[in-house]
């Protein structure tokens, strides 16, 4: 059997005991796409071959909702650029898929972080993750450990969506971005 045949089983990602800090010096890097930059009109044409589709972030993942897409794992903390947004009026709130959540401070993967995205991802059902804190790192955890044929979309604010089509090659680049980080004592 290959590695690849098996589309629901994540890429595992040995994390620290506390997890990791993306030090200043490595914002830079992160701000850059990690896929290829779409207009919202491009993504549905773009994720009709996905096994897996993936959102991160509150704006990517209302506008695929409101397209008639629901993501097999949709990751939100209810803010866009900082900005808490009404719960009630939320169309990731408003979605009716099994729900967990977990906490995770600005800047850093903790390992919460990390095992609620593999029973995401492995879920057989779609699933919602709602992060107390901040999500934005949880799309470099996806990219490291979403298996081959995974289609991850995030917002990069102001320049559009990105989409990362996930392969061995995706896995591997993510995880040493990642390996690269501030290891958490």
């Not at 650029?81 to 903790?110: C, F, Q, S």
């Not at 699933?127 to 991850?152: N, Q, T, Y």
């Not at 896995?171 to 290891?183: F, P």
Request: proline share 6%; with cysteine.
């Amino acid at each position: 059997m290959s590695m690849g045949s098996s589309p629901s089983k994540c890429v595992r990602l040995a994390v620290p005991p506390k997890g990791w800090r993306l030090p200043e010096r490595m914002r830079s890097e992160l701000s850059m796409p990690f896929g290829r930059l779409l207009q919202e009109q491009e993504l549905l044409d773009n994720i009709s071959d996905c096994d897996k589709i993936i959102t991160v972030g509150d704006v990517v993942s209302t506008t695929l909702i409101n397209k008639g897409v629901i993501p097999h794992l949709t990751v939100y903390d209810r803010r866009n650029e900082r900005r808490e947004l009404d719960a009630n009026e939320h169309t990731v709130d408003l979605l009716a898929v099994p729900e967990m959540m977990v906490e995770n401070p600005p800047g850093l993967i903790v390992p919460e972080l990390v095992r609620a995205l593999e029973k995401g991802l492995e879920s057989a059902d779609n699933v919602k993750l709602r992060v107390e804190g901040e999500e934005d790192l949880a799309a470099l955890v996806c990219a490291a450990i979403a298996p081959a044929g995974s289609c991850l979309l995030y917002g990069l604010p102001g320049k559009g969506v990105v989409l990362v089509n996930t392969d061995a090659e995706v896995n591997e680049a993510a995880q040493k971005l990642i390996r690269s980080m501030e290891v958490l004592k």
